[in-house]
């Protein structure tokens, strides 16, 4: 499956975006799709996964409750709606699919997402 990030840009602080991933050559629905990101000097974080075939969304501890991960199977893409911003959530954001067999307890591992966008920019300004 290929992936396509897109719909970062700069936004002011309490600002809204949403980020895109659009697959391709494969459905979707049958894999495990997560959202990392990595700021300059930073390790790559968790931020979120939607777990395949309607299963359950997680949410890293920084941005639960700011965060919406969910999916449009009739486009198949996975959106990631991000509110109230922080500049603390600049980084450059990823999605990426599992296999679709990623056990709970690892679904926080980037090194288990076979699959991976290019990234796209988030930049959020004091």
């Given at each position: ?8 840009g700069l936004v002011q602080a309490g600002g809204s975006l ?41 949410y890293g501890d920084s941005v639960k409750g700011r965060f ?38 690892e679904v926080r591992n980037a090194a288990r997402y076979h ?12």
């Amino acid at each position: 499956v290929q992936l396509q990030a897109s719909g970062g840009g700069l936004v002011q602080a309490g600002g809204s975006l949403t980020l895109s991933c659009a697959a391709s050559g494969r459905t979707l629905s049958r894999y495990g799709v997560g959202w990392f990101r990595q700021a300059p000097g930073k390790e790559r974080e968790f931020v979120s996964v939607s777990r395949k075939s309607g299963g359950t969304t997680i949410y890293g501890d920084s941005v639960k409750g700011r965060f919406t991960m969910y999916r449009d199977n009739t486009k198949n893409t996975v959106y990631l709606l991000m509110n109230s911003l922080k500049p603390e959530d600049t980084a450059v954001y990823y999605c990426a699919a599992d296999s679709g067999g990623t056990i709970l307890s690892e679904v926080r591992n980037a090194a288990r997402y076979h699959y991976w966008g290019q990234g796209t920019q988030v930049t959020v300004s004091s």
